[in-house]
C-alpha cells in the first residue's frame, strides 16, 4: 500500500555487513537509508529501523555465528534469520495492521532473506576461496620452502618495486654471500644437518636486519 516499501534491501545491507565488515555494511546500509529518505511516505520511518535492524542482524552473526564452527549452509541459514530482525519494524506500524503486515510480510521476508544468505554466502565463500588459494600459490612460488626467504623469482619480484633516494649519503646497497664449507659440512654430516645450519644462519642474520632490509636465498648456501 500507499504507506509502506518492501524490498530485499535489507539483505544487501546485513550481508554486507556480515561478510565484509562493519564498514561495508555501513555503506550500504547509509546508501539504503539515503534511497529510502528520497522516496518518503508513511513509510520511511519503519523503512529506517527495518534497514537498521538488519544491519544489526548482520554485526551480531558477524561477532558471534561466524566464528562457530558449524557447517557454512547453518550459518547462511542463521544469517537468514538474524537479518529478519528488519521485521522488527512492524511494531512501528499502526497497531491495528501489525497481524496482517506479520502474515503477509513475516513468511515472504524470512523466505527470501534465507534463501538470499545461502546464495550469496555460497558464492562469496567460494570467491574467497578461490582468492586464498591464489595467495597461496603465489607465495608458495615466491618463498624458499626451507628457511621461509624469498627465493630468487621472489626477489626479482621485490626490486623493481624498491624506491630508492638518490642524492648525498643515500642509495641502496647490495650483499651477496655464501656460506664457507658448506658443501664439506654437508658431505660429511648429511643434508638434514646441512638443511639445519642453513637454518641456523638465516636466524643469526636476520637478528641484524633492519625492518625494510629484503634477504633472499638464491639457490644452494648462496643469500643476497
Not at 555487513?17 to 564498514?23: D, K, R, S
Not at 642453513?198 to 643469526?204: A, E, P
Request: net charge neutral; charged share 15%.
Amino acid at each position: 500500500g500507499s504507506a509502506g516499501i518492501f524490498d530485499m534491501r535489507g539483505l544487501l545491507i546485513g550481508a554486507g555487513a556480515a561478510l565484509f565488515g562493519p564498514v561495508v555494511g555501513l555503506m550500504t546500509l547509509v546508501t539504503g537509508l539515503l534511497v529510502r529518505w528520497n522516496i518518503g511516505g508513511n513509510g520511511m520511518v519503519p523503512g529506517f529501523v527495518g534497514m537498521i535492524c538488519a544491519y544489526g542482524g548482520g554485526m551480531i552473526w558477524l561477532c558471534t555465528v561466524r566464528h562457530m564452527d558449524i557447517a557454512t549452509w547453518k550459518k547462511s541459514v542463521a544469517l537468514g534469520l538474524l537479518i529478519t530482525l528488519q521485521m522488527i519494524a512492524i511494531l512501528i506500524a499502526p497497531i491495528e495492521i501489525w497481524v496482517s503486515l506479520a502474515i503477509k510480510l513475516v513468511p515472504y521476508t524470512l523466505a527470501t532473506n534465507v534463501l538470499g544468505a545461502l546464495l550469496i554466502n555460497h558464492l562469496i565463500s567460494g570467491q574467497l576461496s578461490f582468492l586464498s588459494e591464489a595467495e597461496t600459490s603465489r607465495i608458495e612460488a615466491n618463498t624458499d620452502h626451507l628457511t621461509g626467504l624469498l627465493n630468487r623469482r621472489g626477489l626479482d619480484m621485490v626490486i623493481p618495486d624498491l624506491k630508492t633516494e638518490f642524492g648525498a649519503g643515500k642509495g641502496r646497497a647490495l650483499l651477496y654471500f655464501d656460506v664457507d664449507n658448506f658443501k664439506a659440512a654437508n658431505d660429511s654430516y648429511g643434508h638434514a644437518v646441512g638443511d639445519d645450519v642453513l637454518r641456523r644462519v638465516v636466524d643469526r642474520v636476520s637478528e641484524n636486519l633492519r625492518r625494510n632490509d629484503v634477504f633472499a636465498r638464491m639457490g644452494g648456501d648462496e643469500f643476497t
